[in-house]
C-alpha cells in the first residue's frame, strides 16, 4: 500500500539553526501538507501547497517556516532559525485531488530543539 | 473562532462493548468532518469521514452521526477490540468555495484516549 514517508524520524537542533524536513507524497497525489502537533496537544495545519505554490497557510506558518518541492518527488519544510516553541511532531500529509477526503499522513518527524 | 473539542478525554472499555467517542464544534460553516485515529509513534489514520448533508455514515466497525442541530459528531465503535485502542480525533474542514473544493486545512479537536481492555 502507498504510504507517505517522511526523514528525519527524530532531528536534535541548538536554537537559532535551521532545519530542513523531508517528505515523500504518494507519487499520484497532487495536494501536500505539513502539519504539527505539539506533545500532548492537538495537531494543527500549518500549510498546504498545490501546483508549486502554497494554497493557505496558518497563522503559525510564518516567515521563519518555508515548504518547497525541489523535484519531483519530495516535498520540504525548512524552518530557517529554530525556537524552542518549534519543538513537535511535523507531519507531511498528502491527498490525490482536490480534498475530497482522505489525507494520507506520514508518521511524522520529531524535532527537538534545545 | 473555529473550535472543535471533545467531551471525554478518555475512555476505557472492555474488548468486545461499543465505545462511542464524541465531540462538539462550534463552526455552524463547518461541512465535512472526518474522525483519525493516532497510535503511539504514528500519524494519524483516517477512519471515516461524513458531509454535512448526511447525518449518519457507517463503515466498518464504526458509524459516525452529525447532528447540526447541536453541533455534536460522533463515533461508534463496534465490538471494540484491543487494537482499537489510541488517541482518536475529529476534524473539521470547510469548503472553500462553491464547488466545494477544499484545500485539506484541517481543524482537528484535542483527541480522546480509548483504551481497551482484553
Known amino acids: 500500500e502507498p504510504e507517505v514517508t517522511q526523514t528525519p524520524s527524530h532531528q536534535v537542533t541548538q536554537m537559532g539553526q535551521e532545519v530542513i524536513l523531508r517528505c515523500v507524497p504518494i507519487?499520484?497525489?497532487?495536494?501536500f501538507y505539513w502539519y504539527r502537533q505539539i506533545l500532548g496537544q492537538k495537531v494543527e495545519f500549518l500549510v498546504s501547497?498545490?501546483?508549486?505554490?502554497?494554497?493557505?497557510k496558518s497563522e503559525i506558518f510564518d516567515d521563519q517556516f518555508s515548504v518547497e518541492r525541489p523535484d519531483g518527488s519530495n516535498f520540504t519544510l525548512k524552518i530557517r532559525s529554530t525556537k524552542l516553541e518549534d519543538s513537535a511532531m511535523y507531519f507531511c500529509a498528502s491527498s490525490e485531488l482536490s480534498f475530497n477526503g482522505e489525507l494520507f499522513f506520514g508518521e511524522g518527524s520529531r524535532l527537538t530543539v534545545l | 473562532g473555529e473550535n472543535v473539542g471533545l467531551h471525554l478525554p478518555t475512555l476505557s472499555v472492555q474488548e468486545g462493548d461499543n465505545s462511542i467517542i464524541n465531540c462538539a464544534y462550534s463552526n455552524s460553516a463547518s461541512d465535512y468532518f472526518i474522525w483519525y485515529k493516532q497510535e503511539s509513534g504514528k500519524g494519524p489514520q483516517f477512519i471515516i469521514d461524513?458531509?454535512?448533508?448526511?447525518d449518519k455514515r457507517q463503515g466498518q466497525r464504526v458509524t459516525v452521526l452529525l447532528n447540526k442541530t447541536v453541533k455534536h459528531l460522533s463515533l461508534q465503535i463496534a465490538a471494540t477490540q484491543p487494537g482499537d485502542s489510541a488517541v482518536y480525533f475529529c476534524?473539521?474542514?470547510?469548503?472553500?468555495?462553491?464547488?466545494?473544493?477544499?484545500?485539506?486545512?484541517?481543524?482537528f479537536g484535542q483527541g480522546t484516549i480509548l483504551t481497551v481492555h482484553p
Open positions: 507519487s499520484n497525489h497532487l495536494y
Open positions: 476534524a473539521e474542514n470547510r469548503s472553500r468555495n462553491a464547488g466545494g473544493t477544499s484545500y485539506g486545512k484541517l481543524t
Open positions: 501547497f498545490y501546483n508549486n505554490e502554497i494554497s493557505e
Open positions: 461524513i458531509r454535512s448533508n448526511m
